[in-house]
């Protein structure tokens, strides 16, 4: 990636490259006997966290304002999209800018994804048919992220689940012990540009690997904790915070932490 350099002169990066040294910790799932979980610490205990609006280069150029909004969202199965489609009811035209298209053709479009038709939200004007732009009455954003928020709601409750769960990645694989036992292992990393398949090197700019969005004010394990918990289950996510308690300060920072920034040697008054 091109470096850059900030006013005082530090050598800075755009995006930092994605092979680097990670830690990576395994516990036994408390909730399952047969689960194991794999936890990236490099990524939990980064300061990333969501610049939407606030320094956000969104994934097409000369599209800011959409954030990652911009091809819409995959659904993850059926039970999704009728959450999806219900909470769309509740919404009114003052708070959703595409109220009209959505209520005449429908939120709901079929695509393709990994060669095979696939079902995500509507694209209109560009991107999701629920992003109001700026510049709207109702507040630019996801109409369903302000939904929540006006109910007092968590916005994973009422988002498309690959909304919620962006920018970590959950896996999970039925692996052969050597013991020939079964054991389900979830993995919970980084979604980096990697995890959109080969179409991820052609994002204009992707936050996880960006300096831009690792300015957040607690680790990620904990600005994401309801997340993770509903990812993990609430033992599991309360193993797994413990655990990053106990490592914190004893590994190197995600290299686009501030302070990976610093030369070694150097300090900065950012």
């Known amino acids: 990636m091109p470096r850059e350099s900030t006013d005082l002169g530090l050598p ?15 516990f036994a799932d408390p909730e399952q006997p047969d689960g194991l979980i794999r936890a990236d610490l490099t990524w939990l205990l980064s300061s990333w966290t969501c610049v939407y609006g606030r320094g956000c280069e969104g994934v097409v150029e000369g599209r800011a304002e959409d954030g ?40 709901t479009e079929v695509d393709e ?17 629920f992003l109001n732009r700026p510049g709207f009455s109702g507040g630019a954003g996801c109409a369903l992220h302000h939904l929540a928020e006006r109910h007092g709601l968590h916005p994973l409750e009422t988002k498309p689940d690959v909304c919620w769960q962006l920018p970590v ?5 039925w692996v052969a012990r050597s013991d020939d036992e079964q054991v389900l292992v979830t993995s919970i990393g980084e979604f980096d540009r990697r995890g959109w398949g080969p179409g991820g ?3 204009h700019w992707w936050c996880t690997s960006s ?25 599991a996510y309360d193993e797994l ?7 914190a300060g ?10 990976a920034q610093v030369p070694s040697g150097q300090t900065s008054n950012l």
């Open 241 to 247: 915070a413990r655990l990053c308690v106990q490592r």
């Open 12 to 26: 800075t990066v755009r995006e930092v490259e994605p092979d680097f040294p990670r830690d990576w910790i395994e």
């Open 201 to 203: 090197a052609d994002l």
């Open 113 to 129: 994804l990994d060669g095979e038709p696939a079902r995500r939200t509507r694209t209109v004007d560009g991107a999701c048919v």
């Open 250 to 259: 004893g590994i190197p920072p995600h290299p686009a932490d501030p302070a």
């Open 211 to 235: 300096p831009a969005a690792h300015v957040g004010a607690e680790p990620l394990y904990l600005s994401y904790a309801p997340e993770l918990t509903a990812l993990l289950g609430e033992q």
């Open 169 to 173: 990645r959950r896996t999970q694989e």
């Open 68 to 107: 990652c909004c911009t091809h819409g969202a995959f659904y993850a199965d059926d039970e999704d999209e009728a959450r999806i489609e219900g909470f769309a009811k509740k919404l009114r035209r003052k708070a959703w800018q595409y109220a009209e298209v959505g209520r005449e053709l429908g939120v």
